[in-house]
Each structure stands twice: as C-alpha cells, then as structure tokens.
C-alpha cells in the first residue's frame, strides 16, 4: 500500500547560502601576513639599495674619465640583479598576505632611499641647513609611515588567493590584454615622437620609461 511520504521526510537541509567571505577571497592568517609583510619589506629595502647603486655607479662615471658605458661595469649589474632579487621578494608577499597589506609597505621603498642616498652616496648637506633643506623630506617620511599605518590596521584581512589558476585566468582576461594592448600603442607612439619628432621633453622620457 502506497503511502504519501511525510512532509518531515521530504525536508531536505539546504547548504548556507552565504559565507563571512566572498567566494574566490580568503582571510590570513596573523603568520601569513607576518610573512608577507616581511618578505615585502625586505624586497623593498634590496630595490632601495639596487637603485642606489646604479646611481652611484652613474655619479661615478658622470665624475670621471671612464669611457665606460654604465651598463659595462659591475656595479650597475649588481644593482640590477638586486633590483630583481627584490621585486622577486615583493611578488612572493602577494601569496602570503592580502594587497591591503602589502601594497602600503611599499613606502619602505621611499623612506629608505632617502636614508641610503645620505649614508651610502653621501649627499652633501651642512648640519645649519638640515631641517631647512630636509623638513618636507621629513614631513612625507611621516606621511608615509601614518599612512602605511592606518592601511595596515583598517584594511579588510582578505583577498582573492594567488594561485597559478588564478594568473593564467587573468592573464588571458580582456581587461589586462586592453590594458597591454593601450601600454604598448602609448609607448609605440611616445617612442616615435621621441625619435622621429625630437620630442626630448623630460615628460615624454619618463612617461616612456613608466610605461616600459
């Protein structure tokens, strides 16, 4: 004898529909961002030294007699194999902590240039004229460390997870291949005013650079 089954029977548990995080993010842990946070700062402090070594090994050859190119010389090499070390260093941060986090540390970058460039290629500056010359130096370090601060603290903990999945999926999106595509027709046509045209202004190379 057939039986109707029961309204208890036919109730079925249905999976959550939401979740504390979007799906695609996940939230880190405090060794997680511990870790990327300190793989970002070191990689910012190696590209800081990097850039300042290339600048010493350009003022050193500007001063004298050297008929060497820059990029013949040691120094310049080991600046650029740092600068690779540390960009290697930032990149990795990604994996381990959200760009929250990551992305306001690259201040380090700035503040430690200005150290270095004191220290290291021994800028010339009279004690009488420091806080005179060096006050809005001071005052952006400043900026920089508040703001780096308050990022860090307020920022959301999540993100969506770097994974070779992930890269390849957006690597092949149409906004970054627009975004390619624009960068390359730019600095096709800055280089070509830059060439053709004599276009010399400090603008053009900078923009050329950037986009490069």
């Known amino acids: 004898m057939d039986r ?60 004298s007699k050297d008929p060497r190119a820059y990029f013949k010389t040691k120094t310049w090499w080991l600046g650029l194999f740092l600068m690779l070390l540390g960009e290697l260093g930032v990149f990795a941060s990604y994996a381990f902590a959200p760009l929250s986090l990551i992305v306001p540390l690259s201040a380090v970058s700035v503040i430690a240039s200005a150290i270095i460039g004191i220290i290291f290629i021994k800028e010339k500056w009279k004690p009488k004229d420091f806080l ?30 770097m994974t070779g999945e992930n890269i390849t999926k957006h690597l092949v999106s149409w906004p970054f291949l627009l975004y390619m595509l624009v960068e390359i027709v730019l600095f096709c046509l800055l280089l070509y005013f830059y060439k053709e045209k004599n276009a010399n202004n400090i603008i053009v190379i900078l923009l050329l650079v950037a986009l490069l």
Do not use: D, M, W
């Open 4 to 63: 109707a089954p029961s309204a208890a029977l036919q109730l079925r548990q249905l999976p959550p529909t939401s979740s504390a995080h979007p799906v695609g993010e996940v939230s880190f842990s405090y060794k997680e961002n511990l870790i990327g946070a300190l793989l970002a700062i070191f990689g910012h402090l190696v590209v800081s030294i990097a850039l300042n070594l290339q600048k010493y090994c350009h003022i050193r050859l500007a001063g």
């Open 132 to 161: 005179r010359r060096y006050v809005l130096s001071f005052v952006g370090c400043g900026l920089a460390i508040v703001g780096t601060y308050l990022l860090v603290t307020f920022a959301p903990n999540s993100h969506e997870k």
